[in-house]
């Protein structure tokens, strides 16, 4: 087949993966899953019949498909599908219960559900709930006819044609939605445009010589060509923004996505399958990733061959220094990545450390695009030892979808230029040093996991022994920060924090659900029903010795 004009500067995922499977051997593996290989050849065919079985079954450009699946295949194969056919990313955190898996799918407007069968009981009361969708596929491993009568079976969608390319016409703004977290402890959904997003930071992460990101897609295939792709283990779920970032990354940069089995992260599988397979990169999110990591390692010196790993990228929660240092002893030739972003902006700021060493915790370099504001969007210059809001300019996303006011507040325009600022404090040294500080809102990030207040606090009060409740994040090693709760009895009730816990579990995503809850006479709320934050977080950190 004669090779397609690819000249374009408009960035476009789908235009990037049909040039590269033009470019690179058949043979070469896209993914690997327990055993099971995908080559590119597969990869290509796959990936476009299930682009146009879509768009047969009636969806549009345009449309939104709802990812409710943990990582494996079928994760990557989707999300090429969706580039291909023009249709829209929708990340669903599969620990999400009934109520949160309805908002997502009704809030996105989703008009395709892709699920796996291990979650096919959810799927079907989702159904029921869902009058907006109108495909519904299933994925098994097995390769098992759905057990849902409603929907079709993955692998039958994917495998049902000639795998030929689309004749479809894409553009640079083509989007993909991230959903993360709002204020109000409502997932809102971020808007991506392809051309921002790759030029926001995956460009700079793709194989260019001397590190210069390619001017157009030609030259972007022939430094493909030339130095080859990334063989990536995301070890974070790619339904969240590292995993699914790097994971775009890695794909359009002509790499491998290596997928681990485990519902949990287990690190002995991790390395048993970077020594198998020659990892070259790892994406992480922290120590609650990396210190599990070293601790096998500790305990098992000289039994994996960690050679091929180049490096690791971690963002979303806090990655310490010591624990970066006793990984790099049993692999020196790695960099580990820190890099300062959010759902909403990638590029505030990154640390680099090697076995020589690096940075202290908290300190990024300020990214190029980015500047600190105060709140009355005053630029505060480097040195000035002034704290304020780190904003990030150039290739960002539109904003919130269906969210205007919440948009507006996120992505201010500035002196004539639109900026990101998702609201973390920070202080920028003469040299470039980024300080961070802290969120700006009372978000609480547990093991990159973002936890909102509100929608804890809700819950925790319609417990009939509930009169009021706040919910903080306090310090914790392993996970950043612990959802910590304190709460307000009616009179002559017995505080039981087994079943306050279970009452929250039983409602939210297990992750949500306090590690730790208080009781407490009064919580302190002012005349105008506003919470004191600070006096309840330092309430908890003296009652639990934090």
């Not at 390319?165 to 402890?185: A, K, V, W």
Request: glycine share 10%; charged share 20%.
């Amino acid at each position: 087949m004669a090779e397609q004009s690819i000249s374009s500067t408009d960035w476009n995922y789908g235009d990037m993966l049909d040039a590269l499977a033009l470019a690179l051997p058949a043979s070469q593996p896209a993914l690997v899953h327990d055993g099971r290989v995908v080559t590119w050849a597969e990869f290509d065919k796959r990936t476009n019949n299930l682009a146009a079985n879509l768009l047969a079954a009636g969806l549009e450009p345009g449309d939104k498909v709802a990812f409710y699946l943990r990582n494996g295949p079928a994760y990557s194969e989707l999300l090429a599908a969706c580039f291909k056919g023009r249709l829209v990313h929708v990340n669903v955190n599969y620990r999400y219960l009934d109520d949160e898996l309805a908002y997502i799918v009704d809030n996105s407007d989703a008009a395709a559900v892709v699920y796996s069968a291990e979650f096919a009981a959810q799927a079907e009361t989702l159904a029921g709930r869902s009058s907006k969708v109108s495909c519904w596929l299933e994925v098994s491993e097995s390769g098992s006819a759905p057990q849902n009568g409603f929907a079709k079976s993955f692998d039958h969608v994917a495998n049902d044609g000639t795998g030929a390319p689309l004749s479809i016409e894409r553009s640079g703004d083509d989007l993909l939605f991230l959903y993360t977290g709002g204020t109000t402890g409502m997932p809102k959904g971020v808007m991506w445009t392809q051309r921002e997003q790759w030029l926001s930071g995956t460009a700079g992460a793709s194989p260019a010589t001397d590190g210069v990101a390619p001017a157009n897609l030609d030259e972007h295939v022939a430094n493909v060509r030339t130095h080859g792709g990334p063989t990536l283990v995301p070890c974070c779920p790619q339904m969240h923004g590292t995993g699914l970032f790097t994971t775009i990354g890695a794909l359009t940069s002509g790499g491998t996505i290596v997928t681990l089995t485990a519902p949990s992260f287990d690190p002995e599988e991790l390395f048993e399958v970077i020594e198998q397979h020659q990892v070259t990169s790892l994406a992480i999110v922290g120590d609650a990733f990396a210190k599990p990591m070293v601790r096998v390692l500790d305990e098992n010196p000289g039994r994996w061959d960690l050679s091929s790993l180049q490096g690791a990228l971690s963002s979303g929660v806090m990655w310490s220094p010591e624990v970066k240092q006793a990984l790099l002893k049993h692999a020196p030739q790695m960099v580990l990545t820190d890099s300062f972003g959010a759902s909403e902006a990638v590029g505030f700021g990154r640390s680099d450390t090697t076995i020589d060493g690096g940075t202290e915790v908290a300190r990024f370099m300020l990214g190029e695009h980015c500047k600190v504001f105060s709140e009355s969007f005053e630029e505060i210059l480097p040195g000035s030892e002034e704290v304020g809001f780190v904003a990030r300019g150039g290739a960002i996303p539109l904003g919130y979808y269906k969210d205007e006011e919440k948009t507006a507040k996120t992505f201010p325009v500035i002196n004539g230029a639109r900026y990101s600022i998702p609201g973390d404090y920070c202080r920028v040294e003469a040299d470039g040093t980024l300080i961070l500080l802290g969120r700006g809102s009372v978000c609480i990030n547990t093991a990159g996991e973002k936890v909102y207040p509100e929608e804890v606090e809700e819950v925790l009060k319609t417990h009939a022994d509930v009169v009021d409740a706040l919910v903080v994040g306090l310090p914790d090693e392993k996970w950043g920060q612990m959802v910590s709760a304190v709460v307000q009895l009616e009179p002559g009730c017995e505080f039981n924090e087994d079943t306050l816990k279970q009452h929250v579990r039983g409602a939210l995503a297990g992750y949500k659900t306090p590690k730790a809850i208080l009781a407490k006479d009064n919580l302190g709320r002012a005349s105008n029903g506003k919470a004191d934050y600070k006096a309840i977080t330092a309430f908890a950190r003296a009652e639990l010795g934090r």
